[in-house]
Nanobody, 124 residues
Framework: QVQLVESGGGLVQAGDSLRLSCAASGGTFSSYAMGWFRQAPGKEREFVAS????????AHVDSVKGRFTISRDNANNRVYLQMNSLKPEDTAVYYC?????????????????WGQGTQVTVSS
């Protein structure tokens, strides 16, 4: 059974950068697509970014394009979310997710396993 553990969240100021990391264990990480989602208080879980099995294809929600970048390191079973030019509206719990398919996907129901989340808070 695949387990995901996120790290790298924290409290930052608007304009700062953070890199989230997600470590996977217990499965064949390099064969499957991964994604990042976020959930702010009182809001539904929102797609942020997705990457296919070999890193050759990515997708990002429009609100983060040009600021966030998803990447993966299959040798070390990790997926990353580089977040630059952070804004207060990026404040949320960020979740790493994986799916038993190779291609990217944007819906929460497209993913089969999830991490516990890491808090990102951006102050103005």
């Amino acid at each position: 059974q695949v387990q995901l553990v996120e790290s790298g969240g924290g409290l930052v100021q608007a304009g700062d950068s953070l890199r989230l990391s997600c470590a996977a264990s217990g499965g064949t990480f390099s064969s499957y697509a991964m994604g990042w989602f976020r959930q702010a208080p009182g809001k539904e879980r929102e797609f942020v970014a997705s990457i296919n099995w070999n890193g050759g294809s990515t997708a990002h929600v429009d609100s983060v394009k040009g600021r966030f970048t998803i990447s993966r390191d299959n040798a070390n079973n990790r997926v990353y979310l580089q977040m630059n030019s952070l804004k207060p509206e990026d404040t949320a719990v960020y979740y790493c997710a994986g799916r038993y398919k190779r291609g990217t996907a944007t819906g929460p129901d497209d993913y089969d396993y999830w991490g516990q989340g890491t808090q990102v808070t951006v102050s103005s």
